[in-house]
């Protein structure tokens, strides 16, 4: 039996698909010393990850690390690499493909931080929709920090320069160790026993472990669920916590918490006094108004005679008086003319008269009509000759062959014209 026979490329990518295969490499963490690390003109960069006892080459193409690289490597550091283990078929050496580097010692925790940082997100915890109004003008604001260090040194002094008519209470905690998550959430609730109008968390700067607590999901989900509006005021201007992403508001340090917290005193006695003036002036204006036209009602006539109302208005009515009892009489006048032209009218002196008139006139035009009517034409022997009942007026009206009815007095003779 003939036995197969492989090339090393054919052995090469059997290899690498068998690796390809395997979950446990597709992505997987790798902590290590960095050394031989050198970037190419290209962009990717190459490099040895090694521990005590072994080594393993790795490489970091450019689309991750202007994505996810946000530090500059250096042999000799130790860092957390994310990748994957795969077969470089050309040169048969498996490596490590590299999708993103960070620094031991804060590697894990940068992990813990993203993954909860993506879980709150989620869960809605950073949405605005749920963040309180910082009030503008506060009473009384807590303070929930360290009882001594330079954070709550910062916050009184700001808070006390800036706006003095404002009390302040401090909640001490923890603000670091494997305690201080769990005080931090006691006495965020504590402080809502109280009448506070603003709630500050927070503390100084440190390393990313110092700060830990305020990455932890019972802190989150305290501030969250807190009634007070609250401000992060977490570490320095670089440093965010997963606190700053819960909070109503972030600031960038304890000392910016306390500027967002509370106004200006000075800021706010210009702007009273810039309202006073505005008022004063709007008043002012509106008695200088007031005064014009006070003015100029006083010095009206009917101010100053009164009596001139009535002495018009009875000029008026006189003027009125003569007008009707003009009119009166010209009516008078009218109706005693016509009753005059009634009463020496025929109609009731004489009204037989009027009968007798209209029977003479009635009887004069019968008469006419008499004289007119062609029936008495017939009486005397004339006729009337007509044509499909037109009278016949003119020779030149009838033709040969038309038919003519002669009307006589005494009756009709139908002839025909030949």
């Not at 972030?250 to 910016?256: D, E, F, L, N």
């Not at 005064?291 to 001139?308: F, V």
Request: with cysteine; net charge positive; proline share 3%.
């Amino acid at each position: 039996m003939e036995e197969k026979t492989f090339t090393v490329s054919e052995i090469n990518s059997y290899i690498n698909r068998k690796l390809k295969m395997d979950p446990n490499l597709k992505n997987i963490y790798i902590k290590g010393e960095l050394s031989n690390y050198k970037s190419y003109p290209s962009g990717h960069s190459y490099f040895t990850l090694k521990d005590e006892n072994s080594q393993i080459s790795g490489v970091m193409f450019k689309g991750f690390k202007d994505k996810f690289l946000n530090f500059e490597p250096e042999n000799g550091m130790k860092v957390i690499i994310k990748g994957k283990i795969e077969v470089y078929v050309k040169n048969g050496k498996y490596q490590l493909y590299a999708t993103k580097m960070t620094e031991d010692g804060m590697g894990n925790l940068h992990i813990a931080y993203e993954q909860l940082k993506k879980k709150l997100n989620k869960e809605g915890l950073f949405d605005d929709a749920h963040k309180k109004e910082i009030p503008k003008y506060p009473k009384r604001i807590g303070v929930v920090t360290a009882q001594t260090g330079a954070a709550i040194r910062d916050i009184i002094t700001t808070i006390k320069k800036r706006y003095p008519i404002c009390e302040i209470l401090v909640f001490s905690t923890l603000v670091q160790g494997d305690q201080a998550a769990a005080e931090i959430v006691s006495q965020i609730n504590h402080a809502q026993e109280y009448d506070l109008d603003t709630l500050i968390v927070g503390r100084g700067g440190g390393s990313i472990e110092d700060l830990w607590p305020f990455n932890e999901e019972i802190v989150a989900h305290a501030i969250y669920n807190c009634k007070i509006p609250v401000i992060s005021a977490v570490g320095h201007e670089i440093d965010y916590t997963i606190s700053d992403f819960v909070a109503d508001k972030r600031a960038p340090t304890p000392t910016g918490g306390a500027v967002l917290a509370v106004p200006d005193i000075t800021e706010v006695k210009n702007n009273i006094n810039q309202l006073s003036d505005n008022i004063n002036k709007i008043i002012s204006d509106k008695i200088s108004q007031n005064k014009t036209t006070l003015k100029h009602i006083s010095e009206k006539q009917i101010l100053k005679n009164p009596k001139s109302i009535y002495e018009i208005k009875g000029m008026d009515l006189d003027s009125l008086m003569d007008k009707l009892n003009f009119a009166s009489k010209n009516i008078i006048n009218e109706n005693k003319t016509k009753l005059f032209r009634l009463e020496n009218s025929i109609v009731l002196k004489n009204p037989t008269e009027i009968t007798r008139s209209k029977r003479e006139i009635f009887l004069k035009n019968f008469e006419k009509l008499e004289v007119l009517n062609p029936l008495k034409t017939l009486k005397r022997g004339y006729t009337l000759a007509k044509s499909n009942d037109k009278v016949i007026s003119s020779a030149k009206d009838v033709e040969t062959g038309d038919q003519i009815d002669i009307e006589f007095d005494d009756g009709i003779v139908n002839t025909k014209v030949i």
